[in-house]
């Protein structure tokens, strides 16, 4: 049995209970490499990482890094001594910080891969209806999440899900399947295996504010997917009488509109038209206002 000694790379949320689930079963972590502390909020007090936070709470070493070819990083990193690093939801790495570890360096990546490479893969696997997604560990190699597939997990994509639901799910999949991954590897029980790339490959670039407006010509289907999708973060959205309005969730309508026109019974329903059929928005955010459901919203604003 390898005795190890890891290294944990990762920022948001999604990352914390990756490392929670190592530091609760004891797993030696020597490391820990986060994002840098950010101005937040108006007065812009500085801010840490999700994952510096529990790094903190749980007394590990931490290290910050604004540039991570730096070479007094990288000397600080190479110090550690670690035989193992894992990376869940953080930055590309240099093939000097990957490569360093004598056994590797594997990544948590929440798709079925080597479908849905790159920056969003929970966003778009909902935006292009699929049914099922999962989580993957392979170990870095120089092209960007192509590495060789230590482990996988499915989940079933649900008709009501967004992005929110979906993430919440994937990150405790995701979670106990490191751990799983790092007990393999101390116990030399895995095998690894190349990605499939004979399947035609869906990518999941990183979103951007206009990838997330509203195309009203489409399916029905396809608007609820793209909303779901995009819900809660970053949010797809369309105009209401020249204001940005932000969509965060929608239901499906048989009733005929034109194609990007909207209408509305002021108590009820705001309804716009797509391809075919309509939407109806359930919840929304209109420029300059909170985020409420639209039955509120209509009560203070007539259309």
């Known amino acids: 049995m390898k005795e190890l000694r890891v290294v944990f790379m990762?920022?948001?949320?999604?990352?914390?209970?990756?490392?929670?689930?190592?530091?609760?079963?004891?797993?030696?972590?020597?490391?820990?490499?986060?994002?840098?502390?950010?101005?937040?909020?108006?007065?812009?007090?500085?801010?840490?990482?999700?994952?510096?936070?529990?790094?903190?709470?749980?007394?590990?070493?931490?290290?910050?890094?604004?540039?991570?070819?730096?070479?007094?990083?990288?000397?600080?990193?190479?110090s550690l001594n670690a035989n193992l690093q894992i990376v869940v939801a953080f930055r590309m790495l240099p093939e000097v910080v990957w490569n360093m570890p004598?056994?590797?360096?594997?990544?948590?990546?929440?798709?079925?891969?080597?479908?849905?490479?790159?920056?969003?893969?929970?966003?778009?696997?909902?935006?292009?209806?699929?049914?099922?997604?999962g989580v993957t560990t392979f170990f870095l190699q120089h092209e960007i999440d192509t590495g060789s597939v230590i482990l996988q997990e499915r989940e079933p994509i649900h008709g009501e899900d967004s992005v929110g639901s979906l993430y919440e799910r994937l990150m405790l999949k995701g979670a106990i399947l490191v751990l799983k991954t790092v007990r393999a590897i101390e116990n030399d029980s895995y095998t690894l295996s190349p990605q499939n790339e004979t399947a035609e490959l869906?990518?999941?670039?990183?979103?951007?504010?206009?990838?997330?407006?509203?195309?009203?010509?489409?399916?029905?289907?396809?608007?609820?997917?793209?909303?779901?999708?995009?819900?809660?973060?970053?949010?797809?959205?369309?105009?209401?009488?020249?204001?940005?309005?932000?969509?965060?969730?929608?239901?499906?309508?048989?009733?005929?509109?034109?194609?990007?026109?909207?209408?509305?019974?002021?108590k009820t329903y705001l309804r716009f038209g797509c391809s075919s059929g309509s939407i109806d928005i359930l919840e929304l955010q209109l420029e300059g206002k909170k985020r409420m459901a639209t039955t509120e919203f209509l009560k203070g604003y007539k259309i």
Do not use: M
């Not at 949320?13 to 797993?27: G, I, P, R, T």
């Not at 590797?104 to 696997?125: D, E, K, M, V």
């Open 102 to 133: 004598e056994i590797g360096t594997f990544n948590l990546h929440a798709s079925l891969l080597p479908q849905y490479r790159g920056a969003a893969p929970i966003n778009w696997a909902i935006i292009n209806g699929e049914t099922e997604t």
């Open 202 to 266: 869906r990518e999941a670039p990183k979103i951007f504010k206009e990838t997330c407006r509203i195309n009203w010509d489409q399916p029905t289907k396809r608007v609820y997917n793209f909303i779901s999708g995009l819900s809660p973060y970053p949010c797809a959205w369309t105009t209401l009488e020249d204001k940005n309005l932000k969509v965060y969730s929608s239901k499906v309508s048989e009733k005929e509109i034109p194609t990007g026109q909207y209408n509305s019974d002021h």
């Open 10 to 78: 990762g920022t948001p949320e999604f990352a914390v209970a990756s490392l929670k689930e190592l530091v609760e079963n004891q797993v030696n972590v020597v490391g820990v490499i986060t994002a840098p502390d950010k101005p937040k909020g108006r007065g812009k007090q500085l801010g840490t990482s999700p994952v510096k936070e529990y790094a903190l709470s749980q007394n590990l070493n931490i290290l910050q890094p604004t540039n991570l070819k730096n070479e007094e990083f990288v000397e600080a990193l190479r």
